[in-house]
């Protein structure tokens, strides 16, 4: 309904309607109309969270992981766009509890990042780089693409697993392991 109507101008009873239930039953769960999109919001950033934890822990390579979880974000972007579109526009006017609890869910993405850094460093599938800086460009590289595919899709021209490919090998590039002599050059450069 939220998505369909705008939140300002779906009503409470909208909501119950679609469901099948009555308007009490829904103040009963949520107090709010506010307190229901904060909920929404948590599902979906707790269902994605989930996500990239199981796409970062699995199997296979950095590389392979890297690329699985942008995929994976643009995927969710592409399949769900109006939905998606509505839970960070909604989201502007979010209590001070909830952007706490949001900021504490970015610092988790952050980690899940740099500990799938940090075993391709111990692997030697990754040179000697900062987990801390990586993790926020990475992160903030996937939020640039989820926001184009959400309020650009005409111009993202690409599918969500060729897009994450083309985008995880030009990450990989500054990540992938490299000679002594190219770390030296680099340090006496800067």
Not at 62 to 84: F, N
Not at 98 to 127: C, D, P
């Amino acid at each position: 309904m939220f998505s369909q109507k705008g939140f300002h101008d779906a009503k409470i009873e909208d909501v119950a309607l679609e469901a099948g239930i009555g308007k009490g039953t829904v103040y009963l769960y949520f107090s709010s109309k506010q307190e229901l999109l904060e909920e929404i919001y948590r599902y979906a950033i707790q269902q994605y969270v989930a996500a990239i934890k199981a796409l970062a822990g699995g199997e296979g390579s950095t590389r392979a992981k890297l690329e699985a979880i942008i995929a994976h974000a643009l995927g969710m972007a592409h399949m769900s766009r109006e939905v998606a579109r509505f839970v960070i526009e909604g989201a502007t006017g979010m209590r001070e509890e909830f952007k706490v609890w949001a900021v504490g869910v970015k610092e988790e993405n952050l980690g899940i990042i740099r500990g799938m850094l940090e075993i391709g460093i111990q692997s030697g599938e990754l040179g000697p780089v900062d987990q801390q800086i990586w993790a926020h460009i990475i992160v903030g590289t996937i939020n640039s693409l989820v926001a184009r595919a959400l309020w650009a899709p005409g111009r993202v021209r690409a599918e969500p697993r060729e897009l994450a490919r083309t985008v995880a090998g030009q990450l990989w590039s500054g990540l992938g392991p490299r000679d002594q002599e190219e770390i030296a050059g680099d340090h006496r450069n800067s």
